[in-house]
């Protein structure tokens, strides 16, 4: 995602990425962190309803009146890397939930439901499938689209800045976290580069890499115990310890993913989600209420039933 406010934050992000000395999970995340904040947000336009998704592809340069770049956004059907999704339908049939139901939970927290002129019926339906499958509820009449894609536009600009203040925040974090790395390094007459090469290894799943995957999995049953004897404490006094747990579990997650071979095929898809639950559990550890704890364990299970996955593959 990219920020017209963080061009400093860019700067000494790309700064701190040259340097030598950053761990490999240091190193991943800052480049993680670099690409949402120099990458446009994807809005990912789905939904069998395309007449509708057609007017709001055309009207949606009226973003801009919500103090949004337009340059900031780009707009596809893809939804494997959507940053926000709109879904376009007027009845949201059996065959539409089961297709709905394979998005990512970060992804249904960030997406819209946009219904076409449903009855008063179907729109009570609709109304309770909104609230468990998406962020927001939308309705628009086949007569009378500008004002409701007005309003959509108004959401998807509240929910874009956030994004983009949430991807600043968490390389203001990182940035803060290596602060002494980047130090070191000034006053020196030139920043040495980033190696680029990488030791191989034969092709397959090796028996490093297989017990990689299985000690972390082991971490996060052992962090699982230790969160089922927090919640036998049903209080808000707890939500601090729940949210450090959860940061330390998946911080140790990463660190024990970090040690498989590049190599192995589910390496990068692994990595890429273990840095993105640091990421995400940092900031809700910030929020630092019930509803943060429970995304973060939210969170911490999608990402053992994904690893469980991978492993028994």
């Known amino acids: 995602m990219a920020n017209e406010h963080s061009d400093q934050t860019i700067s000494e992000l790309s700064t701190l990425l040259k340097v030598q000395g950053l761990s490999a999970r240091d190193r991943n995340a800052g480049e993680r962190l670099l690409q949402r904040l120099t990458s446009p947000v994807y809005i990912a336009i789905?939904?069998?309803?395309?007449?509708?998704?057609?007017?709001?592809?055309?009207?949606?340069?009226?973003?801009?009146?919500?103090?949004?770049?337009?340059?900031?956004?780009?707009?596809?059907?893809?939804?494997?890397?959507?940053?926000?999704?709109?879904?376009?339908?007027?009845?949201?049939?059996?065959?539409?939930?089961?297709?709905?139901?394979?998005?990512?939970?970060?992804?249904?927290?960030?997406?819209?439901?946009?219904?076409?002129a449903p009855s008063p019926e179907r729109l009570a339906a609709l109304s309770d499938i909104s609230a468990e499958e998406f962020l927001g509820f939308h309705v628009v009449s086949d007569d009378r689209m500008s004002g409701p894609i007005n309003d959509l536009m108004r959401d998807i600009a509240q929910l874009t800045r956030s994004g983009l203040q949430a991807a600043s925040d968490s390389a203001q974090l990182f940035l803060h976290k290596n602060a002494q790395k980047q130090a070191d390094q000034r006053?020196?007459?030139?920043?040495?580069?980033?190696?680029?090469?990488?030791?191989?290894?034969?092709?397959?799943v090796s028996?490093?890499?297989?017990?990689?995957?299985?000690?972390?999995?082991?971490?996060?049953?052992?962090?699982?115990?230790?969160?089922?004897?927090?919640?036998?404490?049903n209080s808000d006094s707890i939500i601090d310890d729940v949210l450090k747990l959860c940061s330390r579990a998946s911080e140790?997650?990463?660190?024990?993913?970090?040690?498989?071979?590049?190599?192995?095929?589910?390496?990068d898809a692994i990595c890429d989600a273990a840095y993105a639950a640091v990421d995400h559990i940092t900031l809700m550890s910030l929020e630092n209420d019930m509803n943060a704890a429970t995304d973060a364990v939210t969170v911490l299970l999608q990402l053992r039933n994904d690893l469980s996955v991978r492993v028994a593959a």
């Open 46 to 116: 789905l939904g069998p309803d395309r007449r509708t998704a057609s007017a709001i592809t055309s009207n949606f340069d009226s973003i801009c009146k919500f103090g949004l770049d337009l340059a900031k956004v780009r707009i596809g059907d893809d939804m494997s890397v959507a940053d926000i999704a709109l879904w376009c339908t007027r009845s949201f049939e059996e065959s539409e939930l089961r297709e709905w139901e394979s998005a990512p939970i970060s992804l249904k927290d960030h997406s819209f439901l946009v219904a076409s």
């Open 187 to 204: 006053g020196t007459a030139k920043l040495e580069p980033t190696p680029t090469t990488q030791p191989t290894m034969e092709s397959g």
């Open 207 to 233: 028996r490093s890499d297989k017990l990689a995957f299985e000690t972390a999995l082991q971490h996060l049953d052992e962090h699982a115990s230790e969160l089922l004897r927090l919640s036998e404490h």
């Open 252 to 267: 140790d997650l990463a660190d024990v993913i970090s040690t498989a071979s590049s190599e192995h095929p589910d390496h």
